[in-house]
């Protein structure tokens, strides 16, 4: 069986050309890992609905607890007075000096 990656097709078709866009046609092995756990997921709900509300529940504390560890590495891993040693926090510059302006705009989109 080979890796699970959004490189190894199992059925590659012609690509499709759209403008400047190359869209590739057929299906990998990461594709059939995703169809495959859906339809897990989807036979666990129809077949007994208290099961599936636990797989849900137990998705739903995973997340949970995976974005307090976020928000606690991010707590733990920060300078407390970081801000207040930034002589000019709202201005940032590249390592050469000149202004990142339009870093906003490109953040924005």
């Not at 299906?27 to 036979?43: M, P, R, S």
């Not at 510059?93 to 924005?108: D, N, R, W």
Request: glycine share 8%.
């Amino acid at each position: 069986m080979p890796a699970i990656s959004t490189t190894n097709w199992l059925c590659r078709g012609p690509d499709l050309h759209v403008g400047t866009m190359t869209i590739p046609v057929g299906i990998n092995t990461a594709q059939v890992v995703g169809i495959v756990v859906i339809a897990l997921l989807t036979a666990n709900n129809c077949i007994n609905l208290n099961a599936g509300k636990r797989v849900q529940n137990v998705f739903t504390v995973a997340k949970a607890l995976s974005l307090l560890l976020i928000i606690g590495v991010g707590f733990a891993a920060s300078q407390p007075d970081a801000a207040l040693r930034e002589s000019d926090l709202f201005s940032p510059t590249t390592s050469t000096g000149e202004p990142l302006v339009g870093l906003a705009l490109f953040a924005a989109f």
